[in-house]
Protein backbone atom coordinates (compact mmCIF):
# COMPACT_ATOMS: atom_id res chain seq x y z
CA UNK A 1 0.00 0.00 0.00
CA UNK A 2 2.51 2.42 1.15
CA UNK A 3 4.65 1.83 -2.54
CA UNK A 4 1.18 2.54 -4.23
CA UNK A 5 1.09 5.74 -2.45
CA UNK A 6 4.77 6.60 -3.21
CA UNK A 7 4.32 5.52 -7.02
CA UNK A 8 0.58 7.51 -7.23
CA UNK A 9 2.83 10.49 -5.80
CA UNK A 10 5.65 10.66 -8.16
CA UNK A 11 3.49 10.31 -11.13
CA UNK A 12 1.66 13.46 -9.65
CA UNK A 13 4.91 15.33 -9.37
CA UNK A 14 6.16 14.54 -12.73
CA UNK A 15 2.38 15.54 -14.04
CA UNK A 16 2.37 18.65 -12.29
CA UNK A 17 5.86 19.63 -13.89
CA UNK A 18 4.71 18.76 -17.19
CA UNK A 19 1.94 20.87 -16.94
CA UNK A 20 3.81 23.70 -15.79
CA UNK A 21 6.02 23.63 -18.56
CA UNK A 22 3.20 23.17 -21.21
CA UNK A 23 1.65 26.63 -19.16
CA UNK A 24 -1.60 24.63 -18.20
CA UNK A 25 -1.51 25.29 -14.96
CA UNK A 26 -0.29 29.08 -13.69
CA UNK A 27 3.11 28.35 -11.75
CA UNK A 28 6.67 29.26 -13.39
CA UNK A 29 8.40 26.30 -14.27
CA UNK A 30 11.73 26.58 -11.85
CA UNK A 31 9.30 27.10 -8.83
CA UNK A 32 7.02 24.08 -9.81
CA UNK A 33 10.44 21.69 -9.91
CA UNK A 34 11.40 23.11 -6.76
CA UNK A 35 8.38 22.53 -5.09
CA UNK A 36 8.56 18.54 -6.39
CA UNK A 37 12.08 17.52 -5.62
CA UNK A 38 11.57 19.49 -2.54
CA UNK A 39 8.52 17.26 -1.03
CA UNK A 40 10.27 14.46 -2.20
CA UNK A 41 13.92 15.53 -0.66
CA UNK A 42 12.03 16.25 2.45
CA UNK A 43 9.91 12.70 2.28
CA UNK A 44 13.32 10.52 1.77
CA UNK A 45 14.97 12.26 4.58
CA UNK A 46 11.91 11.36 6.73
CA UNK A 47 12.59 7.40 5.54
CA UNK A 48 16.34 7.92 6.39
CA UNK A 49 16.92 7.29 2.67
CA UNK A 50 20.08 8.18 1.26
CA UNK A 51 18.53 9.74 -1.94
CA UNK A 52 17.94 12.36 -0.29
CA UNK A 53 20.98 14.37 -0.62
CA UNK A 54 21.48 13.98 -4.89
CA UNK A 55 17.31 14.51 -4.68
CA UNK A 56 18.29 17.37 -2.31
CA UNK A 57 20.95 18.82 -4.66
CA UNK A 58 18.38 19.34 -7.52
CA UNK A 59 16.21 21.06 -5.42
CA UNK A 60 19.36 23.06 -4.56
CA UNK A 61 20.11 24.17 -8.34
CA UNK A 62 16.18 24.71 -9.22
CA UNK A 63 16.02 27.39 -5.54
CA UNK A 64 19.51 29.03 -6.80
CA UNK A 65 17.91 30.11 -9.68
CA UNK A 66 14.44 31.46 -8.32
CA UNK A 67 15.35 33.25 -5.61
CA UNK A 68 18.12 34.87 -7.64
CA UNK A 69 15.67 36.02 -9.71
CA UNK A 70 13.34 37.20 -6.92
CA UNK A 71 16.72 38.87 -4.82
CA UNK A 72 16.80 36.91 -2.05
CA UNK A 73 20.58 37.00 -1.88
CA UNK A 74 20.74 34.94 1.27
CA UNK A 75 18.59 32.07 0.51
CA UNK A 76 20.09 31.91 -3.55
CA UNK A 77 23.79 31.79 -1.55
CA UNK A 78 22.38 29.15 0.63
CA UNK A 79 21.76 26.81 -2.05
CA UNK A 80 25.28 26.82 -2.97
CA UNK A 81 26.23 26.13 0.53
CA UNK A 82 23.69 23.11 0.65
CA UNK A 83 24.97 21.55 -2.12
CA UNK A 84 28.91 21.30 -0.45
CA UNK A 85 26.40 20.30 2.86
CA UNK A 86 24.72 17.35 0.86
CA UNK A 87 27.20 15.54 -0.39
CA UNK A 88 29.16 16.04 3.32
CA UNK A 89 25.96 14.33 4.07
CA UNK A 90 26.04 11.84 1.73
CA UNK A 91 28.89 10.68 3.23
CA UNK A 92 28.05 10.73 6.94
CA UNK A 93 25.14 9.15 6.13
CA UNK A 94 26.91 6.09 4.85
CA UNK A 95 30.51 6.60 6.94
CA UNK A 96 29.76 8.25 9.74
CA UNK A 97 29.04 6.32 12.08
CA UNK A 98 31.32 3.99 14.52
CA UNK A 99 33.75 2.33 12.70
CA UNK A 100 33.02 4.09 9.69
CA UNK A 101 29.29 2.50 9.82
CA UNK A 102 26.21 4.01 9.01
CA UNK A 103 24.97 6.52 11.22
CA UNK A 104 22.09 6.13 13.88
CA UNK A 105 19.77 8.97 14.73
CA UNK A 106 20.20 10.51 18.27
CA UNK A 107 20.11 13.51 20.47
CA UNK A 108 22.54 16.20 20.59
CA UNK A 109 24.27 16.62 23.23
CA UNK A 110 23.84 20.43 25.26
CA UNK A 111 27.36 21.30 24.22
CA UNK A 112 27.03 20.80 21.03
CA UNK A 113 23.68 22.97 20.76
CA UNK A 114 25.06 25.14 22.44
CA UNK A 115 28.10 25.95 20.69
CA UNK A 116 26.28 25.74 17.04
CA UNK A 117 23.21 28.02 18.21
CA UNK A 118 26.03 30.72 19.33
CA UNK A 119 27.81 30.84 16.64
CA UNK A 120 24.40 30.29 14.64
CA UNK A 121 23.56 33.98 16.36
CA UNK A 122 27.16 35.81 15.61
CA UNK A 123 26.44 34.76 11.87
CA UNK A 124 22.96 35.60 11.68
CA UNK A 125 23.62 39.48 12.52
CA UNK A 126 27.09 39.32 10.16
CA UNK A 127 24.73 38.10 7.29
CA UNK A 128 21.85 40.54 8.33
CA UNK A 129 24.17 43.47 7.85
CA UNK A 130 25.87 42.30 4.78
CA UNK A 131 22.65 41.06 2.69
CA UNK A 132 21.00 45.19 4.20
CA UNK A 133 24.62 46.89 2.20
CA UNK A 134 23.68 44.36 -0.89
CA UNK A 135 19.77 45.48 -1.15
CA UNK A 136 18.33 42.08 -0.31
CA UNK A 137 14.68 42.24 -0.45
CA UNK A 138 14.13 41.15 3.30
CA UNK A 139 17.57 41.14 4.86
CA UNK A 140 17.08 39.82 8.19
CA UNK A 141 14.17 37.35 7.91
CA UNK A 142 16.36 36.58 5.28
CA UNK A 143 19.45 35.97 7.40
CA UNK A 144 17.55 34.67 10.07
CA UNK A 145 16.36 31.86 7.70
CA UNK A 146 19.75 31.09 6.32
CA UNK A 147 21.35 31.11 9.55
CA UNK A 148 18.46 28.19 10.95
CA UNK A 149 18.69 26.23 7.64
CA UNK A 150 22.37 25.91 7.86
CA UNK A 151 21.88 24.97 11.71
CA UNK A 152 19.27 22.37 10.71
CA UNK A 153 21.53 20.62 7.89
CA UNK A 154 24.24 20.25 9.67
CA UNK A 155 22.57 18.57 12.65
CA UNK A 156 20.65 16.53 9.44
CA UNK A 157 23.89 15.37 8.59
CA UNK A 158 24.84 14.62 12.05
CA UNK A 159 21.25 12.09 11.97
CA UNK A 160 20.65 14.63 15.20
CA UNK A 161 16.90 14.55 16.03
CA UNK A 162 16.48 18.62 16.93
CA UNK A 163 17.15 19.56 13.13
CA UNK A 164 13.72 18.71 12.73
CA UNK A 165 12.81 21.58 15.19
CA UNK A 166 14.94 23.88 13.36
CA UNK A 167 13.67 23.40 10.42
CA UNK A 168 10.10 23.78 12.06
CA UNK A 169 10.79 27.04 12.99
CA UNK A 170 12.66 28.05 9.70
CA UNK A 171 9.32 26.94 7.87
CA UNK A 172 7.28 29.23 9.60
CA UNK A 173 9.03 32.31 8.51
CA UNK A 174 9.87 31.09 5.19
CA UNK A 175 6.14 30.74 4.84
CA UNK A 176 5.79 34.87 5.79
CA UNK A 177 9.00 35.54 3.59
CA UNK A 178 7.70 34.11 0.38
CA UNK A 179 4.01 35.23 0.37
CA UNK A 180 5.37 38.47 1.10
CA UNK A 181 7.50 37.98 -1.89
CA UNK A 182 4.34 36.28 -4.32
CA UNK A 183 5.96 33.26 -4.55
CA UNK A 184 2.84 31.06 -3.22
CA UNK A 185 3.95 28.02 -4.99
CA UNK A 186 7.12 28.26 -2.57
CA UNK A 187 4.85 29.15 0.21
CA UNK A 188 2.69 26.37 -0.16
CA UNK A 189 6.06 24.35 -0.50
CA UNK A 190 7.29 25.25 2.98
CA UNK A 191 3.84 24.84 4.58
CA UNK A 192 4.15 21.30 2.96
CA UNK A 193 7.87 20.59 4.81
CA UNK A 194 6.08 22.34 7.90
CA UNK A 195 3.91 19.13 8.04
CA UNK A 196 6.57 16.53 6.91
CA UNK A 197 8.84 18.23 9.88
CA UNK A 198 6.43 17.34 12.13
CA UNK A 199 6.00 13.55 10.39
CA UNK A 200 9.66 13.23 10.49
CA UNK A 201 10.44 14.33 14.29
CA UNK A 202 7.59 11.66 14.98
CA UNK A 203 9.11 8.75 12.59
CA UNK A 204 12.94 9.32 14.15
CA UNK A 205 11.48 9.45 17.74
CA UNK A 206 10.07 5.62 16.60
CA UNK A 207 13.39 4.73 14.94
CA UNK A 208 15.55 5.88 18.12
CA UNK A 209 13.00 4.16 20.30
CA UNK A 210 13.01 1.00 18.02
CA UNK A 211 16.82 1.25 18.15
CA UNK A 212 17.18 1.41 22.02
CA UNK A 213 14.96 -1.31 22.39
CA UNK A 214 17.27 -3.68 20.35
CA UNK A 215 20.01 -2.79 21.99
CA UNK A 216 18.35 -3.81 24.90
CA UNK A 217 17.44 -6.89 24.01
CA UNK A 218 20.62 -7.34 22.68
CA UNK A 219 22.52 -6.75 26.10
Not at 95 to 120: D, M, N, Q, W
Not at 132 to 160: C, E, H, Y
Request: hydrophobic content about 55%; proline content about 1%.
Amino acid sequence: MKRTLEWITLIVGIGFIFAAWQRWIAFDLIETLGFVTGAICVYLGIKQNIFTFPVGIANNIFFLILFSRSRLFGDAGLQVVYMALAIHGWYSWLRGGEHHTKLKVTHGSFRLLAGVFGIALVGMFGLGFGLQAAGGAAPLLDALTTILSLVAQFLLNRKIIEHWFVWIIADVIYIYLYITRGLNLTALLYFVFLCLCIAGFIAWRSSMRGSNTTQHAAA
